[in-house]
């Protein structure tokens, strides 16, 4: 028996232990002081009423006879994908349910969807990055080239035509950055994939964040994005989901490569590797979707974003620069002084009891930046900004 190669390479995931260690140690020379968090990346808001009341029901309907309820279809009950369905056609997008797979976030998706893919193929990631793009395909050996995000790109890189690349990652609004791609940008990469018959993985977790309606929520108001696209989404961030775990997957009928349908090959895949989201979680995802529940978790989404808004606004007032915070939750900020992240962390730490993301932790082009979000309670926000 060996152990797969590939994962005994990956490097140690350290960046959040070592920001917990350098906190415990911090509290321990402080007298416990308080620290507050603006690097969480968990939501802080409860589930939306109609969302609760929507899953009480169904664990109601699961203790009685005659509507217990026990393995489910593999792709989702057909109530939650007509909802997604519904949701989409708000968007000018048409799907149909056979095109929607329900699972258990879009992390779990975005690394399992390689299994419909060669090793051979080389894999096209933006950095800095959210690392589960890094580290799944690293797991399978596959070759990473990188486009870089900078202060001149506003951290959207757009496609290298010198650069030949099999499978493509892109994430509108981006995580860690904050950055949200135009039409015109995302209609250059769906150009870029239909040229070298590539497949884009877009990751559009945080598009409920947008508040700029001319900025596209989805990759399927793109011209063409159907022939190349895979969209992933999660109701962790935008509906409260975290702890209850549930998102969806689009794969296209139109998208076909080697001949075969992708859509076939991942309902296959998930026939044999998933058994399901239960029940109780899709009946509140199903709320979710409702016309109360877009109004209900909008209040959160609103709350959230007033956070970025006084963050943005701190930061104006010091003149540090920064992408984000205007249709994402994060945002991403330049260190002053030209610190590297970890120096900022150390001293924005121990001068304000404060704490974000090193940005070195997203990849090589995150040093000297920084990640603040604003998924923290109103009060920390405002208390936590007084100390900058």
């Known amino acids: 028996m060996r152990i797969n190669e590939h994962v005994l390479n990956l490097e140690s995931s350290y ?46 309907e699961m203790g009685a006879p005659d509507s217990f309820r ?16 519904g949701y989409y056609r ?8 056979q095109e929607i797979f329900i699972g258990d976030g879009a992390k779990s998706d975005l690394g399992n969807i390689l299994d419909l893919f060669s090793k051979d193929n080389t894999v096209l990631i933006s950095d800095p990055t959210y690392p589960v793009y890094v580290d799944t395909n690293k797991m399978d ?13 506003h951290f959207l890189p757009l496609p290298d035509r010198n650069l030949q690349a099999d499978i493509i990652y892109l994430c509108s609004p981006n995580n860690p950055t904050g950055a949200v791609y135009t039409k015109e940008q995302l209609q250059m990469w769906v150009d870029y994939a239909l040229d070298n018959s590539a497949i884009i993985l877009f990751d559009s977790c945080y598009e409920r964040f947008i508040q700029n309606r001319d ?31 549930c998102g969806y997957t689009i794969v296209p009928k139109e998208l076909i490569r080697d001949g075969a349908s992708l859509n076939a090959l991942w309902l296959r895949r998930q026939s044999t590797k998933f058994n399901g989201v239960s029940y109780i979680t899709q009946r509140g995802a199903a709320a ?43 945002v991403w900020m330049k260190c002053p002084d030209d610190m590297t992240s970890w120096e900022y962390f150390d001293h924005l730490l121990s001068s304000a009891h404060v704490i974000g993301t090193p940005g070195s932790g997203f990849g090589s082009k995150g040093e000297g930046f920084f990640r603040l979000t604003s998924f923290a309670r109103r009060r920390d926000i405002i208390a936590a900004l007084e100390r900058f």
Request: aromatic share 8%; glycine share 10%; hydrophobic share 40%.
């Open 141 to 153: 050996g596959r070759n990473i080239v990188y486009v870089e995000g900078t202060v001149e790109n």
């Open 70 to 85: 026990g393995y489910g279809d593999e792709q989702g009950y057909l109530f939650l994908r007509q909802a997604v369905c």
């Open 288 to 330: 979710v979707f409702s016309d109360q529940g877009l109004l209900q978790t909008e209040e959160n989404i609103q709350y959230y974003m007033e956070n970025a808004r006084l963050i943005t606004q701190r930061l104006d007032s010091l003149g540090i620069w920064y992408v984000g915070g205007v249709n994402a939750p994060y």
């Open 90 to 97: 708000k968007k000018n997008v048409e799907l149909s349910e």
């Open 15 to 60: 960046l959040f232990s070592l920001i917990g260690q350098k906190v415990n140690k911090h509290k321990l020379e402080r007298g416990n002081q308080n620290v507050l968090n603006l690097g969480i990346g968990d939501v802080t808001l409860p589930l939306a009423p109609v969302v609760v009341e929507a899953m009480a029901n169904a664990v109601a």
């Open 215 to 245: 900025l596209p929520t989805s990759i399927y108001e793109i011209n063409g994005a159907k022939e190349c696209a895979i969209e992933f989404c999660s109701l962790s961030k935008t509906a409260g989901f975290t702890g209850v775990r």
